[in-house]
């Protein structure tokens, strides 16, 4: 399996980050407390350069994340749906640095 770098966020920050290495094993990041903005963006730019850049539509990385629906009726069960927002480069660095991340998600 060959997963591209994906970022976890759960309880509006960053929980974990994964890749597949040049030998093909799923790799952890360990030092999740180092790994901050900067770094995120600063990855996925290297990677686009080895991978001819951003696509033609310009999307650098991609948001999924399960959304919760208000609740109606004090006793109907709250439901989610599946959500996707697509970054460039300057939505990404905002989306990272600056946006609450209010539901869990990957990037």
Not at 30 to 35: E, G, N
Not at 42 to 48: A, C, D, P, Y
Request: charged letters at 25%; glycine letters at 8%.
């Amino acid at each position: 399996i060959n997963i591209p770098y994906t970022v976890v966020f759960q309880y509006r920050r960053i929980y974990a980050a994964y890749y597949t290495d040049a030998d093909g094993y799923v790799q952890k990041i360990d030092k999740i407390a180092d790994l901050g903005p900067e770094q995120v963006i600063e990855v996925l730019r290297k990677l686009g350069k080895k991978h001819g850049g951003a696509s033609q539509m310009g999307c650098r990385a991609y948001y999924v994340y399960s959304k919760k629906q208000d609740e109606t009726f004090p006793m109907t069960e709250a439901t989610s749906s599946l959500s996707v927002e697509y970054f460039d480069d300057s939505s990404l660095t905002h989306f990272l640095t600056y946006r609450g991340k209010e539901n869990n998600g990957m990037l």
